[in-house]
């Protein structure tokens, strides 16, 4: 076993490795680059770029690459060797800090969204020094950002770091006016949860849905699903608990601070959840894990589903995003203290997130809207489309008391008694949790859980810290000059909590009674991507994003356009991917069922003409019309599909997919898992989600 103190970052080119390689001066202005953004002199990144070289190569490296996050939503990498020719046909190792500053790669091949015309080819890569360089498969990955010859954002982290820079800006306005002058930063930290199911690599592979699309397009659910919650939490198989281990240990070489692993609520199914870290460096390890985590399962012979929704029928998997803020000298800015009345510094940072959720509801919806999400929202297993905020009952008294302006008496604190001398009693937390909400307060933190398991949490953590931002300059703005700055505190708390009080629920988010309670606050029910998309464009949000330099008017557009150029090409393979799989597969297989069936009727009415053969004569007609109804079904989402193509693009397209062509893939769906149920099992032509769902039983 290894050691994990010893294995933690060892493929990292962190601060302990700059610390011993780098000259002091070098080291400090790198320090000073990360902790404090002061930018890097050419001078120092050729320093830098050969001692990593130099650090690579002992570590067995024998390229680099410029490692991003493309509008793809996954990684990008072009590797280049360190080898360099030199005098005599020999070759040296280099790597220069023009090299490590600066990569250029064919931007057409990437999303743009209408930003560039595929002729203009050129994009760079710009070295991230905040996010440390690592070592991958034996290639130096170096973090970037990823942009344009006319330097429009084409990827997922440009837009994250300008949102945490903004965040920044504005927090320290508050800041200085609650006289804490020591703080030199306001750091974002996220802790992503990451769902996944494993399932045996070899029945994966006779599943062509599960190849093209990453879930299950057809299949009925087995005897036994999760409904005994004997999942949960239980214990972990002998070839599960091994995968897990090799996964950790891949992780901790990378720096990931991999924490917590276990069952999750569906069969196959399990989540791995880190530290903390900062807002960058969660969101480049959340895409290491994702990747990881599929490498690492191939070579135990098992295959990862992080799609949103695998299996109809069982849990879909998520990516709770634990958001919270501090200061570089440890003040955790949402932690309430043991009166959170008379903490105004949590009280003002909370509302502000309050205020920030109520007013972009439609933007953390926008976030985390896809196709495969859309499976997911709103079924009764994780929260709906509705934005709402959680705070607990203890909280909620306190926030009630301040804009009511009434009196608030402190709950003095339940002791939880066992009833067992041996067992230690101890003091309740001062609330609850609440699963179904989408957004909720867990003591010092926010856990926003509408995130899906594949998504990037770039997109939802720089939305959110705009908007979050955007109402601490309104604070400092109101706060700013105020000759009772305690008076002016408590007015801007009350008025804000007034306004905003909408967006707090408490209860049972998956209730109709909620849905119908929200729409009387006037709040958003944003069912799916095609519905939640255009609210992105809207001109509140774009002067959002304007006004804090994250995004350009242009750039905004094209991350629309790309979302939904995505959405109908996702739901587009999948009804291929039906279709092929009905007309190859499917109706064939039934065809030689019922063929078999004939063949033993005719075969008992020659050896016995008496003979009855009424089962197999039900079963004949039943599934002859079954395959009938599938012939129909394929033959109308075929001329859907065909429609689609004939359509403008963009949220016309979007629309008739969601409503039409995902409309009929349930329809030939439904047939086709009610024609399973009847056919022999030797003649269905790909495993069944028992097959699948219980693949790993050592």
């Not at 909280?395 to 009630?400: G, S, T, W, Y």
Request: proline residues 4%.
């Amino acid at each position: 076993m290894p050691n994990v103190i010893e294995i933690f970052g060892s493929m990292v080119f962190n601060n302990a490795i700059m610390r011993d390689r780098l000259p002091k001066d070098t080291y400090k202005h790198v320090k000073k680059t990360k902790e404090e953004g002061v930018p890097l002199t050419r001078e120092v990144a050729d320093v830098v770029a050969n001692a990593m070289k130099d650090w690579a190569i002992e570590k067995g490296a024998t390229h680099f690459t410029h490692w991003f996050q493309p509008m793809t939503g996954i990684t990008a990498e072009k590797h280049d060797s360190f080898l360099t020719p030199d005098t005599d046909d020999k070759i040296i190792m280099e790597l220069s800090g023009k090299e490590l500053i600066k990569g250029e790669t064919d931007a057409s091949s990437f999303p743009s969204g209408g930003l560039r015309s595929t002729f203009e080819a050129r994009g760079y890569t710009a070295w991230d020094p905040t996010s440390d360089a690592f070592i991958k498969d034996g290639v130096l990955c170096i973090p970037t950002v990823f942009c344009s010859y006319t330097g429009e954002a084409l990827d997922k982290k440009t837009p994250l770091l300008r949102s945490m820079e903004a965040l920044n800006t504005q927090a320290l306005r508050v800041l200085r006016l609650f006289g804490m002058n020591d703080v030199k930063r306001v750091n974002v930290t996220v802790g992503p949860e990451q769902e996944y199911f494993l399932i045996d690599r070899k029945i994966a592979l006779k599943r062509n849905d599960i190849t093209y699309t990453g879930r299950t397009l057809f299949g009925s659910m087995p005897p036994k699903g999760q409904e005994l919650d004997d999942h949960y939490f239980g214990v972990i198989k002998t070839r599960v608990s091994e995968y897990m281990r090799d996964l950790d240990n891949e992780l901790w070489k990378l720096g990931v601070r991999a924490k917590t692993k276990h069952n999750e609520v569906a069969p196959a199914q399990h989540e791995l959840a880190p530290v903390y870290a900062s807002g960058n460096i969660a969101a480049d390890h959340n895409q290491l894990t994702m990747e990881i985590m599929k490498k690492v399962a191939e070579r135990h012979g098992m295959k990862c589903l992080l799609h949103e929704k695998p299996f109809a029928g069982v849990n879909g998997s998520g990516k709770h995003d634990n958001w919270s803020i501090g200061t570089d000298t440890g003040i955790n800015l949402l932690k309430p203290g043991k009166n959170p009345h008379d903490n105004k510094l949590f009280l003002i940072f909370m509302c502000a997130v309050i205020k920030a959720v109520d007013d972009y509801q439609d933007l953390l919806r926008v976030s985390v809207a896809s196709a495969g999400n859309d499976h997911r929202l709103g079924g009764s297993e994780a929260p709906p489309a509705i934005i709402s905020i959680f705070v607990g009952d203890d909280l909620d008294e306190v926030l009630r008391s301040i804009a009511d302006g009434s009196t608030y008496t402190a709950q003095e604190r339940e002791i939880m008694k066992s009833g067992v001398d041996a067992l230690p009693d101890f003091v309740k937390d001062t609330t609850d949790r609440n699963r179904t909400s989408p957004f909720a307060f867990t003591g010092n933190k926010f856990e926003f859980r509408m995130p899906g398991s594949s998504l990037s949490v770039s997109g939802p953590n720089f939305m959110l810290n705009t908007a979050v931002a955007e109402s601490l300059k309104q604070f400092a703005d109101a706060l700013e000059g105020k000759d009772n700055f305690s008076d002016a505190v408590d007015a801007l708390l009350r008025d804000t909590l007034i306004k905003h009080r909408r967006i707090i629920f408490n209860g049972d988010n998956y209730s109709e009674e909620w849905v119908k309670e929200a729409e009387r606050r006037g709040l958003l029910n944003l069912a799916s991507t095609p519905d939640a998309l255009p609210h992105f464009i809207s001109e509140k949000n774009i002067r959002l994003f304007e006004s804090h330099g994250i995004l350009t008017a242009g750039e905004v557009m094209s991350r629309y356009e790309i979302a939904l150029e995505n959405y109908s090409k996702v739901i587009n393979i999948e009804a291929l991917t039906m279709l092929e799989m009905a007309r190859r597969d499917i109706m064939p297989s039934v065809c030689k069922y019922i063929k078999l069936l004939s063949d033993e009727a005719v075969g008992k009415k020659q050896i016995c003409a008496a003979a009855s053969c009424t089962m197999e004569e039900r079963l004949i007609t039943l599934l002859s019309e079954k395959v009938s109804a599938l012939f129909e079904a394929c033959e109308a989402l075929d001329e859907y599909i065909t429609t689609a193509r004939t359509l403008s693009g963009g949220l016309e397209t979007a629309q008739f997919y969601h409503d039409t062509v995902l409309a009929q893939m349930n329809k030939l769906r439904e047939i086709a898992d009610e024609t399973e149920t009847y056919t022999a099992k030797e003649y269905w032509p790909f495993p069944t989600y028992g097959d699948l769902l219980f693949s790993i039983q050592e």
